[in-house]
């Protein structure tokens, strides 16, 4: 009996037995044919699909090469064309029995399955006890991703134990997943957060942890994750996203804490950067009535030398003996029992307008007058203001100052804005001191406004992104309705340019550098490059919220707003002499940037994030390209994304894929060098964004498979895929460039090298290694008997002479894979392709179908073409 009458017999044990005979021969487009004919023969479709995916060998593993995986594939193709064979075509007798062994299926058998089957089947209607054990059994069994996709699409999380679930997902780092998990449930985002924050506490050991779930293996790079450091970015991360109180998070707030008391001991002592009135300022703001702060701090302070000190801190804290460091109980004893801590060091703080001449010398000098500065805290002075900057054709420094918070959660509210013009420059306070002050901050919202808006204004600013986050802090009303923003050039992407264009700066002059301090960075950094001398950053940790400011405030403020306006002059009376273009400072009137939308203070919802894939992209939705084809597109993939990256490879997108070894950061400096977009997942993708330019990172979802993850991406950067892009590029080496070599040849090669076996001794493992060996080739596509495949024009050909006959090397150093070859495909294969980069051999094979099947959501069909070509004509 042939394998289309045994379809149409309606009987699902003859169907699968046929279908899979099919497979075996490699003929999948007889096996399409028959799967749709015998799916529509059938007498009830859903019955039959769990009779026939039952016996499917294979089945378990849920891999785009077996065969169970391919039937189901070709199933939901034949839905899509006959929708109404669903479950409402079933007798309500039947329905309940068909649902239970679905799930039953799911669970036991198949759960990558579940996505597709908890639709078909719509599982969700089932009695809420019974999925709920069905979910218990997945956890049993090991499967946390299934049982957590589970109850996302049955809506179960309201009945679930955070750390049940969600524990073993962090462990092996789906943190993407868990946010997935608890997203839109209040109590579980909190009991998460908690949970996380018990991990950074000294008692957490990650040995006990572990000893609870005996099956799991973590790698170092897992392991890693779990540093309390890291756990407390997390932390932090999520008390902002879930409006988590700090106050539930003592053990997270703490190391923070800690960290920045550090960090300023560091800027204070070390590179001696601060004045001591601001870091007193901060070190009390920091330590507070924080016992466990008071006594760090006396130990930081006997360590960097400064016993005198810490034992000034000891008595302003009434700190036990005990917990004092050796030698600072003497220094206690000899100060008077009620001396206040020392405050400001007069003379250690900068209170006259110029600079002291050891700076002078070595710094940016604000080349405006103090009769120029102009601090505006009236109605009166803000308009006057208005009338100085709106003005058609104006070129405007933008700057910010807002207090540093450290162990904050959110963005601190501005706290001064600068704005600089030719000869001025306008301190503007946006603190309000008094209810006569909400007409002025009204005012000065409207006119900030106006500026942003206005396309003929020039607005200069250096990362920008954070100082419209504090903009949004200060007045909610811009989390609502955001700023328009035109004209607007953020030289923090110029610099990222002139950077990039490896060019060594001029001599003379330009190259002067700041005396023996710490290396200059950001703003300073730029101005050091184009100017010849960096910003002087002494105030850049001041108390910006006290009034009156120091002279010396006010004078950073004004310097550090007014050399936006020198640095643009520069680059563009000379741009080629700093490597940039001509057009450097003319960003495209369309392009619109994409900002998320916070949440106003006191906002009861979350508030609504984009998909995973619909991140921010080199080409916004308004200003979108028309389709493109995938050899325009240019990626980097993050070392947890390898599955994506070779699905991507598959379809003819240049994929420079990290390995696992990799730090992430390598993944902005290859985007950066190339031009290349980075797609990454997790927690890496928060930094990784802030290295590049917008919209230069795209976060992908790990929680989906990796076809989906690549249909995702496709549609998102509007890739047309066509048959001949199909394996146009090496999935192993990223390769485009091949040789044809002939039967015969191959033939020769292997007898030569003693790799073909005595004539008859061929079996069917040949047959099954040949399978296994064909997916990532670049010639499966291509007809054996044809001059010209489809994907000639997506590829490049090397001549025969690229390779050296005697050591069977091509250029790039790599080998002939002669060892790969399965003598047994000889019969079968007239023609063999070899990458010229990487040495593997690749011959027509079945991957070619698989991945037509599973690209059909983005696959682009030529009149007269056909999904599956016969591959054999």
């Known amino acids: 009996m042939s394998a289309g009458s045994e379809a149409r017999d309606a009987d699902p044990v003859q169907l699968r037995d046929a279908l899979l005979a099919l497979w075996a021969r490699k003929e999948f487009e007889e096996l399409h044919a028959v799967a749709q004919r015998g799916f529509s023969a059938l007498g009830d479709p859903l019955e039959g699909l769990l009779e026939v995916l039952d016996g499917c060998p294979g089945v378990q593993k849920g891999k785009s090469s077996s065969p169970g995986y391919c039937i189901f594939a070709e199933f939901l193709h034949w839905q899509r064309l006959h929708p109404q064979a669903g479950l409402q075509g079933v007798p309500a007798a039947r329905v309940r029995p068909l649902q239970l062994r679905a799930l039953g299926f799911i669970v036991e058998n198949q759960p990558s399955f579940a996505d597709a089957l908890l639709n078909i089947f719509q599982l969700a209607s089932l009695d809420r006890d019974l999925l709920l054990e069905q979910r218990g059994q997945l956890l049993a069994r090991g499967s946390y991703r299934e049982a957590a996709l589970l109850s996302m699409k049955l809506k179960l999380q309201a009945d679930q134990d955070v750390e049940e679930v969600c ?186 307008w110029e600079l002291p001449l050891h700076r002078k010398d070595n710094c940016y000098q604000l080349p405006v007058p103090k009769e120029s500065i102009h601090f505006l805290d009236t109605v009166e002075g803000l308009r006057w203001c208005q009338e100085t900057v709106l003005k058609s054709g104006a070129v405007v420094g933008f700057d910010m100052e807002w207090r540093a918070r450290f162990g904050s959660v959110s963005k601190p509210p501005a706290a001064l804005i600068q704005l600089a013009v030719p000869g001025f420059v306008f301190l503007l306070d946006p603190c309000e001191s008094g209810h006569e002050d909400h007409l002025r901050l009204a005012e000065l919202a409207g006119f900030i406004r106006s500026l942003f808006a206005d396309p003929s204004i020039t607005k200069l600013g250096y990362g920008m992104s954070g100082d419209l986050r504090s903009l949004s802090a200060t007045w909610p009303e811009f989390c609502q309705d955001p700023l328009q923003e035109a004209s607007v050039l953020d030289l923090l992407s110029t610099h990222q340019q002139l950077q990039r264009a490896k060019r060594s700066l001029p001599a003379g002059p330009r190259n002067v550098e700041a005396s023996n301090g710490p290396a200059e960075k950001g703003l300073s950094l730029l101005v050091q490059q184009v100017l010849g001398k960096p910003l002087d950053k002494t105030e850049q940790l001041s108390n910006w919220e006290r009034r009156p400011l120091r002279p010396s405030q006010l004078y950073y403020a004004a310097a550090d707003a007014y050399c936006l306006l020198d640095v643009y002059s520069a680059l563009t009376r000379d741009p080629a002499r700093f490597g940039l273009p001509a057009d450097f400072h003319r960003a495209p009137p369309e392009k619109k940037k994409w900002r998320e939308r916070r949440r106003p203070p006191g906002s009861p919802e979350e508030p609504r994030r984009p998909a995973p894939a619909e991140a921010p992209s080199p080409w916004p939705p308004a200003a979108a390209p028309g389709p493109r084809p995938p050899q325009q597109l240019r990626v980097v993939c993050d070392n947890m994304l390898q599955g994506l990256g070779r699905y991507l490879r598959c379809v003819g997108v240049d994929v420079h894929m990290l390995d696992s070894s990799d730090d992430h950061r390598l993944a902005a400096e290859i985007a950066r060098t190339e031009g290349r977009v980075i797609l990454t997942s997790g927690l890496p993708f928060q930094t990784l964004k802030s290295q590049v330019g917008e919209g230069r990172c795209l976060v992908v979802d790990c929680s989906e498979k990796a076809r989906d993850q690549a249909v995702r991406v496709l549609k998102h950067f509007n890739v047309q895929v066509t048959q001949a892009a199909i394996f146009s590029r090496c999935k192993v080496c990223n390769g485009d460039r091949y040789m044809r070599m002939s039967r015969e040849e191959m033939e020769r090669l292997l007898r030569e090298r003693g790799l073909l076996p005595e004539q008859g001794s061929g079996s069917e493992e040949p047959e099954q290694r040949a399978k296994e060996g064909c997916p990532p080739a670049a010639a499966a596509a291509a007809p054996p008997s044809s001059d010209a495949p489809r994907y000639a024009s997506q590829c490049q050909w090397a001549p025969p002479a690229d390779m050296d006959p005697r050591t069977l090397t091509f250029a790039s150093g790599a080998a002939l894979q002669l060892h790969a070859v399965p003598p047994g495909v000889l019969r079968k294969v007239e023609l063999f392709y070899v990458c010229t980069s990487c040495g593997k051999v690749f011959w027509e094979g079945s991957h070619f179908g698989r991945v037509l099947s599973q690209l059909q959501e983005v696959l682009h069909i030529e009149e007269g073409e056909s999904l599956y070509q016969d591959l054999t004509d």
């Not at 392991?223 to 008390?239: A, E, G, Y």
């Open 167 to 352: 524990v073993p997902l962090i462990l092996l780092d789906k943190q993407s997943l868990v946010e997935s998990l608890v997203r839109g449930h209040p109590s579980l985002q909190e009991r998460l957060v908690r949970l996380l924050d018990s991990w950074c506490g000294p008692d957490f050991s990650l040995a006990h942890l572990l000893s609870r779930y005996p099956k799991l293996q973590l790698s170092q790079h897992h392991r890693d994750r779990l540093h309390p450091k890291v756990l407390s970015k997390q932390v932090f991360r999520l008390m902002e996203r879930f409006a988590v109180d700090p106050a539930l998070c003592p053990n997270a707030v703490f190391k923070r804490r800690l960290d920045s008391l550090r960090f300023l001991m560091y800027k204070r002592f070390v590179e001696k950067s601060m004045t001591e009135e601001n870091w007193t300022d901060h070190v009390q703001a920091m330590v507070g009535e924080h016992g466990e702060l008071q006594c760090q701090l006396i130990a930081l302070l006997a360590k960097y030398g400064a016993p005198a000190g810490a034992a000034q801190w000891a008595l302003r804290y009434r700190v036990p003996r005990d917990r004092l460091p050796f030698g600072v109980w003497s220094e206690v004893q000899r100060l008077p029992e009620h001396l206040p801590v020392q405050q400001a060091d007069t003379a250690d703080t900068l209170d006259t």
